[in-house]
């Protein structure tokens, strides 16, 4: 077992190098630099080299990690969309960055890339508190949560079906439902239904495997999350949740192999440049084939797009910090109180890119802010510092958490295994920000999680202190 999984970690590293190089061959304007500042390329390469060993390294450790996440997306949006961008002289959302904000932006995230290893080094992983879990049992009250569950799946597409009609559940375009005259309860209340249609799976395999039996629960719920949430009908972040959400948690071949960074991505490459098809038109109006084959076509060019705009957003902030000021903590504290509507808080601040983007004076405001840029427009470099650090220790405080504590064997199964894919996924959509909806949308499904385990009567967690040899 031991030779067969290095074997598969050896696989696995070669395969995501060849496929980085793939990518990095079929995107780069070789013979056709519009830009080449040596000091712009030099703080590039420098950062891709750091975060391509620190990706091998989590890819090594781990078979799937928030910390592979965050190495990841710095990879693919700070280093690979950031200079396929520069070396086309194509920035989304403005016409030009000098090559002297650049540099900087490029020197910041080197220190954002050894403050967040700073904040690994905090967790001891040779003396720590073991944490353990309480399991989950065979019992009724799986039994009942999963009929009330089922239950609530069926309702919640019948309704769906009922509001918008069946076909048009298959495209992003015509999917949407208001649930309230405000956009903000419509977006919570939509996340509250998916993540109920999710668990509803989750626990329905669950009992399954406790007391064996309810394979019917398992397709009726599955085909329900299927019929109301289809993947062409979700934002890509959301299906990334949704459906590689299920995936980590159950399937035992991705806990074993080092298969994940392929598939992610795999996805992140094709599935979700494919999604963008259905994000505009009907689904009876999408040319499958067609849709796939520009995929391949626009290798090249849909780095240059506008959801790779997390580069240019990070150079946006930290222009606009140099013009006028940081917010003082107002942004973070939008974040922290997001749960308070905002009829009852008017000046309650609004997600970090849209503040970005009204300052530019833009009629469009759904841009990311990713973390750093969060982090320096609340506190300047001394954010960078503190966000860099508490992201590298609670990212790598959870994944010890999960991987200390998991059954490989799936014979037990422990509450946090349920959450914590969910919380990886969204991760993902946290890097690339804003932090305002991705924590609000995350907490969503944590809550959901959150009121399934007390009703099972479960405690979250015990500690125990143990010093590990």
Known sequence: MLQTNKILTFFSLWLLILL???????????????????????????????????????????????????????????????????????????????????????????????????????????????????????????????????????????????????????????????????????????????????????????????????????????????????????????TGVIYLGLLLTLSKTLKTNKLFIILFLGAFLILFPFLNAFRNISFYNVSITQSILNVFNNLSIVWLAGDYDAYTMLNLVIDYIHINSITFGYQLLGVVLFFIPRIFWMSKPIGSGAFIAENYNWNFTNVSCPLPAESLINFGFIGLIIFGILIGFIAKKLDLFYWENIDISGKQINNFELIYPVILMFFFFMCRGDLLSSTAYMMAYIFVWFILIKILNINILQLKKYNKK
């Open 20 to 238: 980085l190089v793939i990518v990095f061959i079929a995107a780069i304007p070789f013979g056709n630099f519009q830009r080449s500042d040596f000091g712009v390329y030099l703080t590039f390469f420098v950062n891709g080299f750091l975060w391509t060993l620190l990706l091998i390294k989590e890819v090594k450790k781990y078979s799937f990690s928030l910390m592979m996440i965050h190495w990841s997306f710095c990879l693919l949006f700070f280093f690979f969309a950031a200079i396929i961008q520069y070396s086309n002289n194509v920035f989304p959302w403005v016409n030009y960055l000098s090559d002297d904000i650049l540099t900087k932006t490029n020197l910041y995230l080197t220190c954002w890339t050894f403050f967040v290893i700073i904040g690994n080094l905090f967790v001891n992983e040779k003396g720590y508190m073991i944490h353990n879990l309480s399991y989950i049992k065979k019992s009724n009250k799986i039994f009942i949560l999963t009929i009330s569950l089922t239950l609530f799946s069926i309702f919640i597409m019948f309704y769906r079906i009922n509001e918008i009609g069946f076909i048009n559940l298959f495209s992003r375009a015509t999917s949407g439902i208001s649930y309230s005259e405000n956009s903000s309860i419509t977006l919570l209340l939509g996340k509250i239904l998916q993540s109920i249609s999710y668990f509803a799976v989750i626990f329905s395999f669950i009992n399954k495997k406790l007391n064996k039996k309810g394979s019917i629960f398992v397709f009726i719920s599955s085909l329900s999350l299927l019929i109301s949430f289809f993947p062409t009908s979700l934002a890509r972040n959301t």
